[in-house]
C-alpha cells in the first residue's frame, strides 16, 4: 500500500513549518496552470534519471495533478530506497477543491 498524506494533513505541515520536500511530477505546462511554494519539479519520466537531486534523507511528498501519478513515483522512490515518501492523494485539483478554491483545476 502507497503512504499517502491527505491535502489537509499536508495544508497542516506547511502551516507548522515542517521540513518538507514537496517534488511535483507533473509537466512543465502544468505548473504553469497551478502549483505550491516551494516545489521541487521533475518530471514524471525523468524522476528515474534524476535520482541524485533528490535528498534521500528528506520528507518527501510526490504531487501530481490528481494523485495517480504521484502514486506511482511514491512507489518508484519507495523501491528505490528512499524511505520517506508519501502521494499527496487527490492531487492538486483536490488541493483546489479542498484547500484553496484560486488554484486553477484543469
Not at 489537509?8 to 517534488?23: F, H, M, N, T
Not at 534519471?49 to 502514486?71: H, N, P, Q, W, Y
Not at 502521494?87 to 488541493?95: E, K, P, R, S, T
Request: net charge negative; aromatic share 2%.
Amino acid at each position: 500500500m502507497t503512504p499517502e498524506i491527505s491535502v489537509q494533513e499536508l495544508r497542516d505541515a506547511l502551516v507548522a513549518s515542517k521540513d518538507l520536500l514537496l517534488l511535483d511530477v507533473r509537466e512543465e505546462d502544468e505548473l504553469e496552470i497551478s502549483r505550491l511554494d516551494g516545489i521541487v519539479h521533475i518530471p514524471m519520466d525523468d524522476v528515474m534519471d534524476r535520482l541524485e537531486e533528490i535528498d534521500k534523507g528528506a520528507d518527501i511528498i510526490v504531487v501530481c495533478r490528481t494523485g495517480r501519478r504521484s502514486e506511482t513515483i511514491t512507489d518508484m522512490l519507495l523501491q528505490s530506497g528512499f524511505t520517506q515518501v508519501r502521494n499527496m492523494v487527490g492531487g492538486m485539483n483536490l488541493w483546489a477543491d479542498e484547500i484553496d478554491p484560486t488554484v486553477q483545476k484543469y
